[in-house]
């Protein structure tokens, strides 16, 4: 309601009491008109009565003179009785008029001088009718002619049309002043009308603006009330509303959704005796009971209790005094948290923080210590009572506590994580002074009371031991690596050498025999011959070891140069180059279909020779030898394979047969230095692929290899 | 049919005295060693080559044909013979093969990087080697045409 509006409301008393005053006077004007109306009404009634006494008057009057006339020239005795009767009759009639007119002296005066006439004039009529009885008629006419009698009338009609003047200009005056009085009381009374109807509307009006007013005041009551109620409805704490007696007034819907009851179970109830008893706790009811007398409250009021249909919760009980305007009846609120899930999750925090493998330390933004766990206590060796509450800075070493502060207030400015171990050198100080290096991460952690900062403390000696073992190690291994580079280098220089120096006598050897055979061949005997001969067969022997051995160590000191290879085009170019070993000789070979494989082209090349040129050389016993190269599958894995039906061997030296200077053949029957198959692992092994042979003795051998890469994924091309 | 008698100048750079022997007895044997000079090694190379010291006589107007080059050798080995020689505007046109015992990578790799003209291993078997050496001369006294002489540039 606008202010305007209560100004207004307020004009209301005053102008319905001014409209009563208006209405009062009104009345009393009315009846002040009415009784001066009955007054003069009563005047004019008086005047009307006089005038008809006076007419009376005059009329035996005339009774008087006509029947006294009558009798006299008639001389009839009928003629006097309405002559006695007037006679006796106006007395009466003057007597009545002295008493009408008591007031009015003026007509006294008159009545005064009329009674004499009246006296004069029935005295000569009576003087007439004797003389009429006792002289006769003419001298009752002398008398008549005489005139006393007229003269004596006349001046009785006057006087009576004197006094019937006399009041009818009373009665005038009268009236003149009615009509007056009565024209104003009109007018009052038109202009209290008008001012009362005036007011009534202006009532009216107000009284209308105050009903609208008063209903927009009571929708805005209304909306607020639902309003509050849905607030209520909407508050997630149960809430309920007791009365003085705690009784329950009511509830809102969080209450029936939480302890899972209805209205019907709860309204008017006891507190008490709400579902199983459970409210009923005894250090609840004083609490309770002098919230109303006392104007109390309390808050936070713990409650552990089973309920019917929820099971054991913990609630939180909060209640004070409720003021209701208009509602003159005293409530109390009482509003319930349910904290079971937070009192849950407190313990599992507890737990987490206890189980952790880290010593945690929660401290405030100030840096005291908030909680600690049980690590806390075991590697710092205080108690957790005399932690609590402290400055983190006590864990601290003394040289360090003034740096860490102020890191600390960084931080807690900034609060972000901080992984462990990241940038500094951190140092724990126990209880009995022992410093020990320290991990630490922290986290903000934000609760209710505010950030907090937690940090994860472990223990690093152990580490830290470990790390300087690893560097010591590691140390070592870079000596060790150094030493072996020296060493390989050594080797490096060494099989230089050997290819070089080794080498060049051999050549020597073999050339110079070879001159000597052909430039002296007359001046030596057959068996010098033979000699030299073997000579030169030593020498290319010892080449062809030093150059396979020379071919084993560059596989060695190679780096793969990995390709995608046909391996189809590696056998054709390898059997190329086997053309002139192979010539005379029977020989069939099958290629079977071969795969594309990731390696080292050269070196794969060298694998195929040395296998391919070991089955030509092993089947040449052979009438006809049959060579066979493919691809089959062994475990998900694509094996390549050259087989031959040359003279095996038998399995039991199997494991020799990859060892460098290895044979299984006699030098006389299968030339060789031992070397090649070495050499086929060794570049095998490289690839990371592996290699086998399967064998018996003069049933032909099967050598396999795979290549870690490729042959298992590519298809035979 | 082959111009054998065309004038030919060889040079050999080989330390070895029995390589020198086998290789001239090679070359002997393939008809190709008109003119064959041997330096025992790198330092005495390069003067011949050069035309200074000892072989301050020789002329850059007539430049060895040929320079079958050891890759190990004493004072300046094989590889430094090589780079001078072919760093020179004087003397890099000249071919040269190494012939050595070696077959390692590295001497393959930076013998070509030098500007190596052929690369022969000498093989243990003296038949291969003479005929590896048959085939050289045959091919860069006989087949190959040489450079112009350097005056003929100018």
């Not at chain 1, 006891?270 to 609840?284: F, K, T, V």
């Not at chain 1, 031991?465 to 580079?485: F, G, P, Q, T, Y």
């Not at chain 1, 002296?520 to 011959?529: C, D, K, M, R, Y």
Request: hydrophobic share 40%; aromatic share 6%.
């Amino acid at each position: 309601m606008t202010l305007l509006e209560i100004q207004k409301s307020k004009l209301i008393l005053p102008s319905f009491v001014l409209a009563v005053l208006v209405l009062l006077l009104a009345g009393l004007g009315a009846y002040r008109q009415g009784r001066r109306n009955v007054a003069a009404e009563q005047l004019v009634r008086h005047t009307f009565q006089v005038r008809g006494e006076l007419n009376t008057t005059l009329s035996l009057m005339q009774d008087v003179e006509t029947g006294s006339r009558g009798y006299v020239i008639s001389g009839e005795e009928s003629y006097l009785e309405p002559f006695n009767n007037a006679v006796q009759l106006v007395p009466q009639e003057i007597q009545r008029l002295r008493q009408l007119t008591a007031d009015n002296p003026e007509q006294q005066r008159r009545l005064d001088a009329l009674e004499p006439l009246i006296s004069l004039r029935v005295r000569t009529a009576e003087a007439d009718i004797v003389a009429r009885r006792t002289r006769g008629p003419s001298a009752a006419e002398q008398t008549l002619s005489a005139g006393q009698g007229k003269r004596s009338m006349d001046a009785i009609r006057g006087t009576i049309a004197e006094m019937a003047a006399a009041e009818n200009r009373l009665l005038e005056h009268r009236s003149d002043e009615l009509r007056a009085s009565n024209a104003q009381t009109l007018a009052l009374f038109m202009a209290l009308v008008v001012l009362l109807a005036g007011l009534l509307t202006a009532v009216l009006f107000m009284v209308r603006r105050n009903a609208a007013a008063l209903q927009r005041e009571l929708e805005l009551t209304e909306k607020a009330r639902v309003y509050a109620e849905n607030i209520v409805d909407t508050v997630r704490e149960p809430l309920l509303v007791l009365d003085a007696g705690l009784r329950v007034q009511s509830a809102n819907r969080s209450f029936y959704q939480i302890f899972r009851v209805t209205p019907q179970q709860t309204e008017g109830k006891l507190l008490y005796e709400l579902g199983n008893g459970q409210w009923d706790i005894p250090a609840l009811r004083p609490l309770l009971a002098e919230i109303l007398p006392q104007h109390t409250s309390f808050q936070d009021f713990e409650v552990e209790e089973d309920f019917p249909g929820i099971g054991r919760r913990t609630m939180l009980l909060s209640a004070r005094k409720l003021f209701r305007v208009g509602n003159s009846t005293d409530s109390v609120l009482l509003a319930i948290e349910d904290i079971t899930e937070h009192k849950k999750a407190e313990a599992m925090f507890r737990g987490l923080l206890e189980a952790a493998p880290d010593a945690m330390v929660i401290v405030n933004r100030q840096g005291d210590i908030v909680l600690v766990n049980a690590q806390v206590e075991k590697l710092f060796g205080y108690g957790r009572e005399e932690l609590i509450g402290r400055k983190i800075e006590i864990l601290v070493p003394e040289r360090s506590r003034q740096e860490h502060a102020e890191r600390r207030s960084e931080f807690s400015a900034h609060p972000h994580l901080r992984e462990m171990g990241v940038g500094l050198e951190l140092y724990g100080l126990s209880r009995d002074n022992r410093e020990f290096p320290i991990d630490v991460r922290l986290s903000p952690l934000e609760t209710a009371e505010g950030t907090l900062i937690s940090g994860a403390i472990r223990d690093i000696t152990e580490r830290k031991r470990a790390e300087d073992r690893l560097r010591k190690l590691n140390a070592e291994l870079e000596e060790r690596a150094v030493a072996l580079k020296i060493a390989n280098q050594e080797l490096e220089a060494f099989t230089y050498s050997v290819s070089h120096d080794l080498r060049a006598p051999l050549r020597h050897i073999d050339g110079f025999s070879k001159i000597l055979q052909e430039d002296f061949a007359p001046h030596l005997p057959a068996e010098g011959q033979r000699m030299v001969q073997r000579i030169r067969a030593g020498a290319r022997n010892a080449g062809q070891l030093v150059d396979d051995l020379l071919g084993l160590s560059q596989v060695g000191r190679r780096e793969l140069k990995l390709e995608v290879v046909g391996l189809k085009g590696v056998v054709e170019a390898v059997l190329r180059d086997l053309e002139g070993e192979a010539q005379g000789r029977d020989i069939e070979w099958r290629v079977g279909e071969l795969p594309f494989v990731e390696c080292d082209a050269a070196l794969i090349k060298q694998v195929m020779a040395n296998l391919l040129s070991n089955a030509l050389k092993y089947t040449r016993p052979r009438p006809k030898a049959v060579i066979e190269v493919g691809t089959r599958q062994k475990d998900g894995q694509a094996v390549v394979y050259v087989r031959d039906n040359g003279v095996g061997f038998s399995m039991k030296y199997a494991d020799k047969l990859f060892g460098v200077f290895q044979r299984l053949h006699r030098a006389e029957d299968f030339e060789g230095t031992g070397v090649g198959l070495a050499t086929v692992q060794r570049i095998v092994h490289k690839h990371g692929g592996r290699v086998w042979a399967e064998a018996e003795l003069d049933k032909g051998a099967t050598f396999c290899f795979t290549l870690r890469r490729g042959l298992e994924d590519e298809g035979a091309a | 049919m082959m111009d054998i008698t065309r004038e030919v100048e060889i040079l050999l750079v080989e330390d070895n005295p029995d390589d020198v022997e086998l290789t001239q007895h090679a070359l002997r044997a393939g008809k190709l060693c008109n003119s064959i000079h041997v330096t025992r090694d790198g330092e005495e190379a390069l003067d011949f080559l050069f035309c200074r010291g000892l072989h301050a006589d020789r002329s850059f107007d007539r430049p060895v044909q040929l320079v079958l080059l050891d890759l190990k050798l004493p004072k300046v080995d094989g590889l430094e013979v090589l780079r001078t020689l072919k760093n020179d505007p004087r003397t890099r046109r000249i071919p040269v093969i190494i012939l050595t015992s070696s077959r390692e990578e590295k001497d393959l790799i930076t013998g070509y990087d030098l500007g190596a003209n052929g690369y022969a291993q000498k093989p243990v078997d003296f038949d291969e080697f003479r005929e590896a050496v048959r085939q050289l001369g045959l091919y860069w006294l006989v087949v190959n045409i040489p450079p112009p002489p350097l005056h003929g540039e100018k």
